[in-house]
């Protein structure tokens, strides 16, 4: 019956159980079997016990520490270089873990599938935080190798960037890269810094006929990840994010507003200036503006903007935002090219400019839309699965660590092989 309450299997006896203050502790120990030495095959004889706590699941309420007999064997045959070995019973725990087998697993799920912070669940298993998510990294690594199928077939790769961790003193930012697969929204893989140096060698570990079916690389205005593509994918075409280059266009808008703001006043907006009361009808579309809002935008500027810049710099963001509602490919592609050459009329503002010549630069990854209508944003959500672990996390110091438990919690892999996973 104490068998069948531990839940242990028909090759493991229970020999004692005792309730401390803390925990329950249960003392079990392997059915005897006489081994055999690996080397020279002569029968092995017994040459002491050790007792080894291993942290288990909870039992009855109660915290539980699963106390293992262990049988230490030696070879009698004085020829034999092998002296002693001592049993293994994977059933019970691994080898070198703290934590047993179907507490180990038990563990990585809780953690990596359901997101749950290592001290919580350290908390609920009465044990040291380093305790489970050592567990949880040993078992998640073991589960994704094992998992040789969750990276399928790859058309659209996405790549898009988001922050790791912030060091030192001076709060030195390190980030990190996230491979998307654009269709399905699954994350591959994450790899240190936003450099074309990372993400390249991930490509360059890839099956050559895994890389030739991808025809769509996806990413935002990033030259190292354009570069990382034109290198390691030169057949597959380049796709830039909508959304990136209209908020890019936004962003030269806001730039065009504060440099006229102090221009013409001689410091930086406040509440009773006209261009920066207008700074968020600046950035709305302008079919959402209505009439009202229309009226009042065109006042403002009227009161701040002398030389026109700002409108300028309004109408050009809106000409971006009107290229993507073109339906015709070849009609889109044509309006881009006659926009980015119209912006860099030198008469218009510098950020005008700045922007024509960027539009002019991206030309064929931002036309690419059209063709393929592949975006960011599935890399855009994966990235806010990432940071929901940093948050439970409270942040990550180590790589691997945040590595693991981002695959683990986003990166979707088959939970069904962790039931037969054991750490490496």
């Not at 990033?222 to 390691?232: D, I, K, N, V």
Request: with cysteine; net charge positive.
């Amino acid at each position: 019956m104490c068998e069948l309450l531990v839940g242990l299997g028909p090759g493991v006896r229970v020999v004692g159980v005792v309730r401390w203050l803390r925990w329950l502790e249960i003392t079990v120990e392997t059915r005897p079997v006489t081994p055999r030495c690996a080397n020279c095959a002569t029968v092995a004889e017994l040459k002491d016990r050790a007792r080894v706590s291993h942290v288990d699941l909870p039992a009855f309420g109660q915290p539980t520490r699963l106390v293992w007999h262990k049988r230490r064997w030696c070879c009698p045959a004085s020829f034999c270089a092998v002296r002693s070995w001592t049993e293994i019973d994977d059933e019970i725990a691994p080898r070198a873990q703290l934590l047993t087998t179907r507490a180990g697993r038990w563990v990585t799920a809780q953690v990596g599938r359901h997101g749950r912070a290592v001290s919580d669940v350290a908390a609920e298993l009465s044990c040291d935080w380093h305790t489970v998510n050592n567990a949880v990294i040993d078992y998640g690594e073991a589960l994704l190798d094992a998992d040789v199928d969750r990276i399928g077939v790859v058309y659209a790769l996405s790549l898009d960037e988001t922050l790791f961790v912030r060091r030192g003193a001076w709060r030195r930012q390190l980030w990190s890269t996230q491979l998307v697969d654009a269709r399905c929204g699954q994350l591959l893989d994450v790899v240190a810094g936003r450099t074309a140096d990372a993400p390249a060698r991930w490509l360059a570990g890839r099956d050559p006929v895994w890389l030739r079916r991808i025809q769509w690389a996806v990413m935002d205005l990033s030259g190292p990840y354009r570069s990382t593509f034109e290198s390691m994918l030169p057949d597959a075409t380049q796709v830039a994010d909508p959304f990136h280059v209209v908020r890019h266009a936004t962003a030269k808008l806001d730039e065009c507003r504060r440099r006229v703001q102090n221009e013409t006043l001689g410091h930086r907006g406040r509440n009773i200036d006209p261009l920066y009361r207008a700074r968020r009808l600046l950035t709305r579309a302008s079919e959402r503006l209505g009439d009202t809002g229309e009226t009042k935008l065109q006042g403002l500027l009227r009161a701040g903007d002398p030389h026109g810049e700002v409108a300028y710099a309004w109408h050009a963001k809106e000409a971006v935002r009107f290229f993507y509602d073109i339906p015709n490919p070849t009609i889109a592609e044509n309006y881009l090219r006659e926009l980015a050459d119209d912006l860099k009329d030198p008469t218009f503002p510098v950020e005008v400019n700045s922007l024509g010549r960027t539009l002019q630069r991206w030309h064929d990854q931002i036309s690419a839309w059209h063709r393929c209508r592949a975006t960011n944003g599935p890399a855009e959500a994966i990235n806010n699965l990432v940071k929901r672990v940093k948050r439970v996390a409270f942040g990550f110091r180590s790589f691997r660590n945040y590595r693991i438990r981002s695959l683990l919690y986003a990166g979707r892999p088959n939970w069904n092989h962790l039931a037969v996973t054991l750490p490496r």
